[in-house]
């Protein structure tokens, strides 16, 4: 399940958005048609798979959109974005009045979406914690060809492997690497040996990578 999640992690936003729907959708088809056909009263198809985007694709979108915000508040106005969608799309093609009965229908999406979502932070911040605690600041470890701070981490990133965490500032970092890492954004940094060229707004690694640069980092790059 975690080696699951990790692949999942590493996917676009939209596609993992994209591939959650479709996946909850037709699963969800599926399972209509199965037991509405045991009980005697079989549904289309058409139904089964209007019934998973009204009541669940609304849900899966939140907890996508939930996890790319930090505060609270606007993962709140997420989920009730998710509400009002889910009861929408009940009215237009479900024929489903959006009264009180309606509203009370859609409090165990909401209570769901925010229970995954507590669990995939949890999960989160373990990760994070067990990738900075087998991380040890050596010169070979630290070694890379950019890095991208990450609060109070920073992600190394190499051809051929995958990225580390390390628990450390940018600053600290480009410091402790010595002249192997240049500062080139207030959030980036890269191995000069590693560049290709340098464009206007940004640096191209041989590996096709864009790295944007700060115009208080643009300097050194110059001079390259």
């Known amino acids: 399940m975690n080696a699951l999640l990790i692949r999942y992690e590493g996917y676009d936003p939209l596609l993992r958005l994209v591939l959650a729907m479709g996946v909850a959708v037709i699963l969800n088809a599926l399972y209509c048609l199965a037991y509405t056909y045991s009980a005697g009263h079989p549904e289309t198809l058409t139904e089964a798979f209007w019934w998973g985007v009204i009541n669940i694709a609304p849900w899966i979108a939140a907890v996508e959109l939930g996890r790319q915000v930090t505060r609270k508040l606007m993962v709140g106005l997420v989920i009730l974005a998710a509400a ?76 051929g492997r995958k990225p580390r965490l390390v628990r450390t500032t940018l600053a600290s970092l480009v410091d402790e690497t010595d002249a192997s890492l240049l500062r080139v954004h207030r959030s980036f940094a890269v191995a000069p040996d590693h ?16 790295i944007p640069i700060g115009n208080a980092f643009r300097a050194p790059l110059d001079a390259l």
């Open 195 to 210: 560049i290709a060229r340098v464009e206007r707004a940004h640096v191209r690694l041989r590996d096709g990578t864009r």
């Open 84 to 159: 009002a969608i889910s009861l929408a799309l009940g009215a237009m093609i479900g024929g489903e009045l959006p009264d009180g009965f309606a509203i009370i229908r859609r409090i165990p999406g909401a209570a769901a979406t925010i229970a995954v979502l507590a669990v995939l932070e949890l999960w989160r911040s373990h990760r994070v914690s067990q990738q900075a605690a087998a991380t040890t600041a050596t010169a070979e470890s630290l070694s890379c060809d950019w890095a991208r701070a990450a609060g109070n981490y920073v992600e190394l990133h190499a051809r």
